[in-house]
């Protein structure tokens, strides 16, 4: 069964920043989408950033784009999302999710628990 494990979250200042791991454990990695989405209380879950990790195509959230960076190792089986300039609208839980498509969060089958990211102002 495909298990993503995030690590990495926490409390930062405005303005911070924070790294992202995920490494989807059991799962086929080469030539598939693995996304970071991230859900807020009484909001609905969105997608932050994606990478197709067979050419490195990412896609990203308006809200992110020129802040949030996302890659991945292949060779680690990892992919990470640098997150800078943070703000307090970015406090949310991260979820790390694979095998969907771009950021498309119905399309993910497979999630991991999620990392608690708070940013105070």
């Known amino acids: 069964q495909v298990q993503p494990v995030e690590s990495g979250g926490g409390s930062v200042q405005t303005g911070g920043s924070l790294r992202l791991s995920c490494a989807p454990s059991?799962?086929?990695?080469?030539?598939?989408?693995i996304g970071w989405f991230r859900q807020a209380p009484g909001k609905e879950r969105e997608g932050v950033a994606a990478i197709y990790t067979g050419s490195g195509v990412a896609v990203y959230a308006d809200s992110v784009k020129g802040r949030f960076t996302i890659s991945r190792d292949n060779a680690k089986n990892t992919v990470y999302l640098q997150m800078n300039s943070l703000k307090p609208e970015d406090t949310a839980m991260y979820y790390c999710?694979?095998?969907?498509?771009?950021?498309?969060?119905?399309?993910?089958?497979?999630w991991g628990q999620g990392t608690q990211v708070t940013v105070s102002s």
């Open positions: 999710a694979a095998g969907g498509v771009g950021l498309a969060v119905s399309l993910y089958r497979n």
């Open positions: 059991g799962f086929t990695y080469s030539r598939n989408w």
